[in-house]
């Protein structure tokens, strides 16, 4: 953990209509790292996401982002600062072409660098560029998660949440979407990757934090984690 | 009696109204489709409009035609603000709700209208009112002509806002996916009004082009809101073309059905087209399809 946090959690505690899901969740990430949320279905990753992003109103805790305040401020505000999630189940807008897509990620955020920036998530993702007047819902499940990381990248973001992007792929898909993300953290963006997925996810994190029931359970260097027995036991098998 | 000399006239006077039915039923399937409410309040809003161009013209001698530039915005805000106020607060995001919520709103602005108007039903005398133009076989009313040209203007521009602008792709993206909206930072409780603040602006239009060859009465929304549901259903729910085509396809039916089985019929004949498409093609025949 570096001196300067981009993203500062204390003690969040968030849930749906009253009932709890986090208990108090503390967490960073440093400018330039790459970070990983792990934990197993109905951990909490997704509630700690959207709560961050202001998706909901929190039970408590602070969230600091660039040294600012951000609990309670509206998602539009958060996305304006630079914090981008690219959420579970892609949400890519199905009726609009992939373009009208990538134009609206620029909505709050990158308007004036718009046409730059599709010129270069387009050199990432080339497949977009191929289905460019195409309606987005006619993308395959792995276009489509393209085109939601592309959505996110026209926002200039600072810090970059990816949820589960691995979600559904197929193996090749996950590969080849883990060396994506490798090589956009790569060109210096900062990233915190929430995943089921922990093998390959703390191979490409420098950090990571293990969820489990609304907690934060184990947390440290991904190389530590990996020989940690009691993450090996209960994700690996072991 | 079914003499393409009388039966052309009818249909191009039939198309010219169908334009107006098509540019009310565009702002309720704006509304619709990006809301996913039926507003019924929309027809109270035309005849909020209707007054508004009538005293424009009756205490301030502005001519309807110019007031459309008062009225578009004027009716946009109150949709925006009916919107954001009223419907979105009280329908705590349950469909059932809003439908009663949108009809109590109805009655209230109509018994406000009653209350303050009087029930009497009015017109105004503009000076272009029986001006004739002849067009290939047809001698249209003047005011026709405009509210034709006019409404088809109005629904181009409309078009251009939803395809070409920012705003246009945010609503028809809040419209399919508000979660993926919210993520990258569009406003969605904005987004809501400004759809009924556009849907009622068409409505502020089509008043404006309605009152020189219309009259105005607290109840006058309901002869629009019932063909332009007709309309809207025609086309789908939601379609932006379907509610083009459906206003005009509405319109010649009207026209033609009133000229075969007389002036009372033309409307019986819209709503046998209602139920029909209702038994037959519940979708519509653009319905279903990605707006
Ligand atoms: N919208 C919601 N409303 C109510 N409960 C929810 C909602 N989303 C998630 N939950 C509950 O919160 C818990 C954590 O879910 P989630 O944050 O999605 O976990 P993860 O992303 O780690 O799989 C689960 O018990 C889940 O059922
Ligand atoms: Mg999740």
Redesign the interface.
């Known amino acids: 953990m570096s001196a300067v946090s981009l993203l500062e959690v204390r003690s969040l505690r968030a849930g749906y209509g009253g009932v709890p899901v986090l208990h108090g969740v503390d967490f960073d990430i440093a400018a330039g790292e790459i970070v990983a949320v792990l934990g197993s279905n109905g951990a909490g990753k997704s509630t700690l996401n959207n709560n961050v992003?202001g998706?909901y109103r929190l039970f408590g805790g602070t969230v600091r982002f660039a040294g600012e305040d951000i609990a309670g401020l509206?998602?539009?505000d958060?996305?304006?600062r630079g914090l981008?999630?690219?959420?579970e189940g892609?949400?890519?807008?199905?009726?609009?072409t992939v373009r009208?897509n990538l134009?609206?990620?620029s909505?709050?955020?990158g308007r004036a660098n718009r046409a730059r920036n599709r010129d270069r998530v387009v050199a990432v993702f080339p497949r977009l560029g191929e289905r460019f007047g195409q309606?987005a819902?006619t993308l395959s499940g792995g276009e489509q998660q393209m085109l939601a990381i592309a959505?996110g990248l026209m926002?200039e973001p600072r810090l970059l949440i990816l949820d589960e992007p691995s979600l559904g792929l197929s193996p090749l898909l996950v590969e080849e979407m883990f060396g994506l993300i490798r090589r956009l953290h790569g060109d210096g963006l900062s990233i915190l990757l929430v995943e089921q997925n922990v093998v390959q996810s703390l191979d490409l994190a420098q950090r990571a934090y293990v969820m489990e029931n609304g907690r934060i359970m184990l947390s440290g260097p991904a190389a530590a984690l990996r020989e940690d027995p009691a993450l090996r036991r209960a994700y690996l098998g072991m | 009696m079914l003499d393409p000399v009388i039966l052309l006239p009818a249909a191009i006077n039939g198309l010219t109204m169908g334009a107006v039915y098509a540019l009310v039923a565009l702002g309720l399937t704006l509304i619709y489709g990006v809301l996913h409410i039926i507003n019924f309040a929309h027809g109270s809003l035309l005849m909020v409009g209707l007054y508004g161009a009538f005293f424009l013209y009756q205490a301030g001698g502005i001519d309807p035609y110019l007031s459309l530039v008062l009225l578009v915005p004027a009716l946009f805000g109150l949709g925006y603000i009916l919107q954001w106020g009223v419907i979105g607060r009280a329908s705590h995001g349950s469909d059932q709700n809003v439908l009663l919520v949108t009809l109590g709103v109805s009655i209230v602005i109509e018994n406000l209208a009653l209350y303050f108007f009087t029930g009497d039903t009015r017109t105004i005398e503009a000076p272009y009112a029986f001006e004739m133009v002849d067009i290939a076989v047809a001698r249209v009313p003047l005011p026709r002509l405009v509210a034709f040209g006019a409404a088809l203007a109005i629904a181009a521009l409309l078009w251009l806002l939803m395809a070409k602008t920012?705003l246009g792709?945010?609503i028809?993206?809040v419209?399919?996916?508000r979660?993926?909206?919210?993520?990258?930072?569009?406003?969605v409780d904005h987004i809501f009004a400004m759809s009924f603040g556009i849907g009622t602006a068409c409505v502020g239009a089509a008043a404006a082009l309605l009152l020189p060859m219309f009259y105005v009465s607290p109840h006058v929304g309901h002869v629009f809101v019932l063909v332009a549901f007709t309309v809207v259903v025609l086309g789908g729910m939601g379609s932006f073309i379907g509610a083009l085509l459906g206003g005009l396809i509405i319109g010649v039916t009207e026209s033609l059905g009133g000229l075969i089985f007389g002036e009372t019929f033309g409307q019986l004949a819209i709503f046998l087209i209602f139920i029909a498409i209702l038994l037959f093609r519940p979708t519509g025949f653009f319905g279903g399809r990605?707006?």
């Not at chain 2, 979660?179 to 406003?187: F, K, N």
């Open positions: 992003c998706l509206s998602s539009s958060i996305v304006a981008v999630q690219v959420p892609r949400r890519v807008f199905p009726n609009l009208e134009d609206l990620g909505y709050r955020r309606a819902g959505r926002a | 920012d792709r945010a028809r993206a419209a399919k996916e979660q993926g909206a919210r993520l990258v930072g569009i406003d990605p707006s």
